[in-house]
């Protein structure tokens, strides 16, 4: 799919322009095929969000995206503390699930070995989860991590999401927060401009007043919730200042992920060493987490 130029805000009710916009800044993609090129990143000036402006080829980007994903240590850990908040919230073995776009559906089998039979899958890029009869039906839970900040019309994907909840059901939304990433001048942490912005496949980064604004436009509530993010936890190693730290040391690009665990980099920096285990006492700031429920009458 090719998109357009994209130069006016999409996600607010009085937006920006990428004439009006006081930070604009070039940013490399953070995939190794595509290092050499350059995206223009933009931030509204009403909401706060990030735009990427130019026109790309989305299939040839997503080609192999993600595919080498297993679920191993890293993503377990990051379900158990999923499922351990989805919990928190009500979500049991009879509840019904939607994760909108799942990728390769990890989460849903981790999800059905433990007994969670009701649990479905959407993603437009996945064959096996395209089938968009999944998004007429209603659920108790629909949550979507990290996916947001893919789509071309955010308020579209937002209002499909809250459209599949039952009264009373709880849509999660994590993203990055484009309030905590600074476009000029120098990121501190570890967290850097160039992999949260992750060009040119987060085509909009949301502010949180943008995402809020979201929810209230389809009448939902906002459910207090700890602004930790799935993989900010105790667990050794599974913490978000360790993982950023293993990045930053691996290479400093999105292939990481994919890539096989460099046991070198580890055993040669006693920094992350120290991270893995008290890395969650130094929370990095640059995404965040929203609980909407539907409280609707009708
Ligand atoms: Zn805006």
Request: glycine residues 6%.
């Amino acid at each position: 799919m090719k998109t357009t130029d994209f130069t006016t805000c999409n996600v607010c009710d009085n937006p920006g322009t990428l004439e009006t916009a006081k930070e604009v800044e070039e940013i490399y993609s953070d995939r190794r095929k595509f290092s050499d090129r350059k995206f223009t990143v933009w931030r509204c000036s009403s909401c706060g969000s990030l735009h990427s402006k130019e026109a790309v080829n989305l299939d040839e980007y997503y080609q192999g995206y993600l595919g080498n994903q297993r679920l191993d240590y890293f993503l377990s850990c990051m379900y158990y503390t999923r499922l351990k908040l989805l919990s928190k919230y009500g979500f049991r073995k009879s509840s019904t699930l939607l994760d909108y776009g799942c990728n390769q559906g990890l989460f849903l089998s981790f999800l059905r070995e433990r007994g969670y039979k009701n649990v479905f899958g959407y993603d437009a890029y996945i064959p096996k989860y395209a089938d968009e009869t999944v998004l007429s039906k209603k659920y108790d839970f629909v949550v979507s991590y990290q996916v947001i900040e893919h789509v071309e019309e955010p308020r579209h994907f937002f209002r499909q999401a809250a459209s599949c909840l039952e009264q009373g059901g709880i849509l999660v939304i994590e993203t990055p927060n484009a309030t905590d990433i600074s476009l000029s001048g120098i990121d501190e942490g570890p967290l850097d401009k160039k992999r949260l912005l992750h060009q040119p496949y987060h085509r909009h980064t949301l502010s949180q007043q943008a995402l809020l604004g979201l929810g209230l436009s389809q009448g939902l509530s906002v459910v207090p919730s700890s602004s930790r993010i799935e993989y900010d936890t105790l667990f050794p190693g599974v913490n978000n200042r360790a993982i950023s730290t293993y990045f930053q040391l691996a290479g400093d690009v999105h292939d990481v992920i994919e890539e096989p665990f460099q046991i070198k980099t580890f055993l040669t920096s006693p920094q992350l060493w120290f991270y893995c285990f008290f890395g969650y006492f130094f929370p990095v700031k640059g995404y965040m987490r929203v609980i909407f429920q539907n409280l609707s009458e009708s």
